[in-house]
């Protein structure tokens, strides 16, 4: 579940055409609906808007940080996430590693499972 929540926020809010301006508030409530939407088998009634408030602030956090590496003038991506070698290894990435101009300056978020 933290793999597929860290995926869609990186995929939707970092990743997603660099050219554009950093998305809208109607964008970034999509975004936010959506997850809520594909989270909501796996919570409690009674915390919905909750944690559609808080996905809404995470998105407009990743939205953030997009346009702010966009204006960068250094090459930014992330690393792989290693899904398959990863679960034979016993660990998942969370979150993957952050590159620089190709050089690492995050390392990867992993958990054993």
Request: include cysteine.
């Amino acid at each position: 579940m933290r793999v597929e929540i860290s995926t869609s926020l990186i995929r939707e809010n970092l990743l997603h055409n660099w050219t554009k301006p950093p998305r809208s508030e109607v964008e970034i409530s999509a975004i936010s609906d959506k997850m809520s939407t594909d989270l909501v088998q796996y919570s409690i009634p009674s915390t919905n808007q909750d944690r559609k408030d808080h996905l809404r602030a995470v998105c407009r956090l990743g939205a953030e940080l997009r346009g702010l590496i966009s204006l960068h003038p250094s090459n930014w991506q992330f690393g792989g996430w290693d899904q398959t070698e990863g679960l034979r290894s016993g660990f998942i990435t969370v979150f993957p590693q952050l590159l620089k101009e190709g050089q690492p300056v995050g390392q990867r978020d992993i958990i054993r499972v």
